[in-house]
């Protein structure tokens, strides 16, 4: 089992394989591909656009060789492995689909956090797009201050404020906390009222399943994504 990670944040290469590790996978079926200049450039330009969706995609294509699957672990840019799944042999998963699809699964509200304004769009059209509970809601909060705070280094006020908006989540009665994007996943070590859904252990936790189910099983899965 080998699974490919295309990352746009350095930082989020120790927060899969500490995920990894809670999982059983060992570190030899886990690589890593940073690409921080492509969520720069998404920034800058306010979203995702066709000409940066075209670089990742290119980049999903090239981590093909030696892998049984790759995770493209950035929400503002998830799109982009949708397109790359249909172009390859192998699955090519956005890694907040696993997310999703947990969060919907059963009746009540579920809080979507999400730090970077670049974020909320494909995160909600996701979040749509999965099958979900007739009973299950969804709503999105931005976390005010937060990105600044990761763009500046500031890793520890990050997480701290993520940790305190979802215990104000939690308080308020919402069943659930759905962190967006990866790099948020450490601000579920610091929470007090619940646990946060991350998408690093919610992705690896199903790609485990999916690679261990038989190929017949997996072809009907890997549309999905």
């Known amino acids: 089992m080998r699974i ?16 990894a590790d809670a999982l059983g996978i060992s570190p030899d079926q886990l690589t890593h591909h ?14 995702l656009t066709p000409e940066i969706g075209q670089q990742t995609r290119e980049i999903l294509l090239s981590l093909a060789e030696g892998a049984d699957l790759i995770l493209l672990t950035c929400s503002t840019l998830g799109p ?3 397109e790359a ?46 099958e979900h509970h007739p009973q299950a809601e969804v709503e999105f ?3 005010e201050g937060a990105w600044d705070n990761f763009l500046a280094g500031n890793i520890a ?4 404020r993520i940790a305190a908006q979802a ?6 009665g919402v069943e659930r906390v759905a962190l967006a994007q990866a790099s948020m996943t450490g601000a579920g070590n610091l ?25 017949t099983q997996q072809n009907s899965q890997s549309c999905l994504y």
């Open 80 to 82: 982009a492995a949708t």
């Open 141 to 143: 909060e931005w976390v």
């Open 157 to 160: 006020g990050y997480l701290q």
């Open 34 to 47: 940073a690409r921080p200049d492509l969520l720069a450039a998404a920034g800058q330009a306010g979203g």
């Open 191 to 215: 929470t007090q009222f619940g646990t946060p859904l991350s998408s690093p252990i919610c992705a690896l936790r199903e790609a485990i399943q999916f690679l261990r189910t038989p190929q």
């Open 85 to 130: 799944n249909a172009l390859l042999d192998i699955p090519v998963w956005r890694v907040d689909r696993a997310l999703a699809e947990q969060s919907m699964a059963t009746a009540g509200k579920t809080r979507v956090l999400y730090a970077a304004k670049t974020t909320l769009g494909p995160t909600q059209r996701l979040f749509e797009q999965v």
């Open 4 to 19: 490919a990670c295309l990352h746009t944040a350095e930082s989020n290469i120790a927060i899969f394989d500490a995920a």
């Open 167 to 172: 215990d104000v989540a939690f308080q308020q």
